[in-house]
């Protein structure tokens, strides 16, 4: 489910579904944590009714697990493997959807993406990660939206929350070392972002799907499943 427009109002189950997300995406919310109904209720001054149908859609994007016999919601445990296939998938969904932005954008869909890339810049220097988190999602889901197909889009929902739990965990249970933090300062995400809208701009597929799979593959994330041994021993052993 794609986050309503801003000219309208959320609908009540529209209001916890982002509600969750964006507590995943906050790296509030984490792998094994569980949500009850009745908590989120209250917490949202909402009835149950919405409340459920947020969380069944949820568990049926694969964001959630309801197991049985159990009254909560729980968040999915992560794994080595698990991890390597959503970042292939993420990276093989957006770097097609950035192919194709840069087939078919309009100019209006490009100022759409310079507009979210000023926000993400603003909030960067303000260190407001609260609004610059919610900017990089809005960007890499207009990425995917302008680029028009719409089973993409469907698959990409799941895997790009998925891929948050990830990137938040690690921030949370293993902070990067000072090696890594140095490796990291040369990874400017409002930086690459620019890159790839500049190649949708010029009307560049080529261009746009490296700069796509480019910025992916920067993240600390991805560097840690590149360095097996670590990774193996951050998740356990892969089950491969």
Known sequence: MNRPPTD????????????????????????????????????????????????ARLVAEGLLENP???????????????MQQVFQAREILESSAAALAAERARKVE?????????????????????GYCQANVDFHFAVVRI??????????????????????????????SDEELKAESGHNSPAEHAALIRAIARRAPKAAAKAAADH?????????????????????????
């Open 147 to 176: 680029g028009g197909n719409r089973y993409i889009e469907r698959a990409f929902r799941p895997v790009f929350w998925r891929s948050t739990l990830y990137v938040n965990y690690l921030a949370e249970f293993h902070p990067a």
């Open 8 to 55: 309208r109002p959320f609908q009540a189950f529209e209001i916890v579904f982002w509600h969750v997300l964006d507590l995943m995406s906050e790296g509030r919310l984490l792998p094994g944590d569980t949500l009850f109904e009745t908590a989120l209720s209250q917490e949202l001054g909402l009835s149950r009714t919405p409340v459920r149908e947020a969380l």
């Open 110 to 130: 490009v100022e759409e993406l310079e507009a979210i890339h000023k926000r993400e810049v603003l909030f960067s220097e303000q260190q407001d990660r609260k």
């Open 216 to 240: 992916l593959r920067s993240t600390r994330a991805f560097r840690i499943l590149l360095d097996t041994e670590r990774a193996r021993h951050i998740f356990g052993r892969s089950k491969r």
């Open 68 to 82: 049985a016999g159990t009254r909560g919601y729980r968040v999915p445990e992560l794994s080595l493997e698990d």
